[in-house]
């Protein structure tokens, strides 16, 4: 089984800039479909990007354009790179993976706060 590390998240001001980053340990990132998902305080967990074996990628609307996931099969990580961040996008950030066949996130990160002023 796989297990997800997330690290770099931090305080921001508006309009700048950071990277989260997904460590996976016990299996391949490339053998797994991956997402973020972000969850705010009151609200309901979201997902925000997403990754398949192959490499297509989805997006919230709300960040499109804005991030972009990507993953390094070569160091078994994922990566979202978080631009233009705006207040709305504070939340703790959490990385995911599942098997591409069933639709259930069966393994999750620790989360990464991310906050943006």
């Known amino acids: 089984h796989v297990q997800l590390v997330e690290s770099g998240g931090g305080s921001v001001q508006a309009g700048g800039s950071l990277t989260l980053s997904c460590t996976a340990s016990?299996?391949?990132?490339?053998?797994?479909?991956m997402g973020w998902f972000r969850q705010a305080p009151g609200k309901e967990r979201e997902g925000v990007a997403f990754i398949d074996r192959v490499g297509s990628t989805s997006y919230a609307g709300s960040v499109k354009g804005r991030f972009n996931i990507s993953r390094d099969n070569a160091k078994n990580t994922l990566y979202l790179q978080m631009n233009s961040l705006k207040p709305e996008d504070t939340a703790m950030y959490y990385c995911?993976?599942?098997?591409?066949?069933?639709?259930?996130?069966?393994?999750w990160g620790q989360g990464t706060q991310v906050t943006v002023s």
């Open positions: 995911a993976a599942r098997m591409c066949y069933i639709y259930s996130w069966n393994y």
């Open positions: 016990g299996d391949t990132v490339s053998a797994y479909c």
